[in-house]
């Protein structure tokens, strides 16, 4: 199984992307994809535009619900190795950033589950500005793995099965004004499943973001949302989500955002409901670190129990920077709902994951995680008389090595 700046910098990026994904299936892994972040600054200055980083991680874990299935639940000792690579090419005009990896495993009970190529990811973040007032952006999120809560932001588990996740996204900000701007994008996210009982799912969506400083402190937005749902032995499902929203800066270092309004669901037999869709998250920076709080409703899918469905979170990110030289820390609860009106689907989970990584120098780095899933499910979707979605308690506990040294070219 895969898992997948000065330090100001880095907080506010992760922070920010854990807020806005609302749910990304990042909370569920005990060891980053990536390079274990540096926001201490450890690694030095980058000299050159391109940074070429080949790592290798090597985990110790103990799982004690290795099938996701508290009715067959097996515990096991699992030794994992991860090869990646990563790509950052910066200057002030674009930025590529990517990385690949993949795991092998080896079961010591289960020895028929060690394989070496179960899991993958893979993770692309460019951007390019056109000219001061125009920057294109195109982002790739993939992720391969046999734990299925691990594939997608719902984090619906449905057992042990290989399975697969892809989100394609494209995007652009055209500054209309110094006070005025237009957000755009696009994406397209895939759901795949080896099991031919799940529900494979396409979801294609575009939105329009106009968005307006207002004062120092507030900045306004009108935008709108299409969703369109391609459900495996599902009816197609349209999605319309008209949004106002604020941002207000409360202080140098506390911001919060929220967007709301209604999502508008017709079927393909006209049939049509109106449920709220709501974005909120708070964010501060703070001298040992940062914290943040986010919810999130939407109309969207159950992984491999199908949908469409009211999907629901609210999670508290905490990141500790300064405990010592090298430690980082972070803590990320989350709690997740994901039905349907007639309680066809009816899925509830709480993930716990805390992660401490020690980086010792620019090449190495000590990497230790605690991961808690805890699922229940009351959902009607079944398969000969047995039900898709399992109730699941599940604890992870890793620790690792990864060593990667960045090549810089000038």
Request: with cysteine; charged share 20%.
């Amino acid at each position: 199984m895969l898992r997948v700046a000065p330090a100001r910098r880095w907080v506010v990026l992760a922070l920010a992307c854990a807020l806005g994904a609302a749910g990304s299936a990042a909370w569920a892994q005990p060891l980053p994809l990536r390079r274990p972040p540096d926001p201490q600054g450890l690694e030095g200055p980058r000299r050159a535009p391109l940074t070429l980083t080949p790592t290798l991680t090597v985990e110790w874990e103990f799982n004690d619900n290795v099938v996701l299935n508290n009715d067959d639940k097996r515990e096991d000792f699992i030794t994992r190795f991860t090869p990646g690579i990563s790509l950052e090419w910066e200057s002030p005009i674009y930025r590529l950033a990517a990385a690949y990896s993949f795991s092998a495993e080896l079961h010591a009970k289960e020895t028929h589950l060690s394989r070496a190529f179960d899991a993958h990811r893979f993770a692309l973040d460019t951007l390019y500005r056109i000219d001061p007032q125009l920057t294109l952006t195109l982002t790739d999120t993939f992720a391969f793995d046999t734990d299925t809560n691990l594939i997608a932001p719902e984090g619906v588990a449905t057992g042990r099965d290989q399975a697969y996740g892809n989100t394609l996204a494209a995007g652009a900000t055209w500054t209309m004004t110094p006070l005025t701007k237009l957000h755009g994008t696009s994406s397209w996210s895939i759901q795949r499943f080896d099991r031919e009982d799940l529900f494979d799912s396409d979801v294609y969506r575009a939105e329009l973001i106009l968005e307006r400083t207002l004062t120092t402190r507030l900045t306004g937005s009108v935008g709108y949302e299409f969703g369109y749902f391609d459900i495996q032995r599902e009816e197609n499902v349209t999605t319309h989500t008209p949004r106002i929203g604020v941002t207000y800066r409360f202080t140098e270092t506390l911001t919060g955002t929220l967007r709301a309004g209604p999502a508008i669901q017709i079927e393909e037999d006209n049939d049509t409901r109106v449920t709220p869709a709501v974005t909120a998250n708070l964010l501060q920076r703070r001298a040992w670190g940062a914290i943040g709080v986010d919810y999130n409703r939407s109309i969207g899918v159950a992984g491999g129990l199908g949908g469409p469905t009211d999907n629901q979170s609210v999670g508290v990110l905490v990141q500790l920077t300064t405990l010592t030289k090298g430690l980082t820390v972070e803590l990320a609860p989350r709690y997740f709902t994901t039905e349907t009106p007639d309680d066809r689907i009816d899925v509830r989970s709480f993930t716990l994951p805390l992660t401490a990584i020690y980086r010792v120098n620019a090449w190495l780095a000590v990497v230790g995680a605690y991961n808690f899933l805890h699922q229940r499910s009351d959902s009607r979707v079944t398969v000969v008389g047995a039900a898709l979605a399992n109730d699941v308690d599940q604890n992870r506990i890793s620790v690792g090595v990864q060593v990667g040294y960045p090549i810089r070219f000038d």
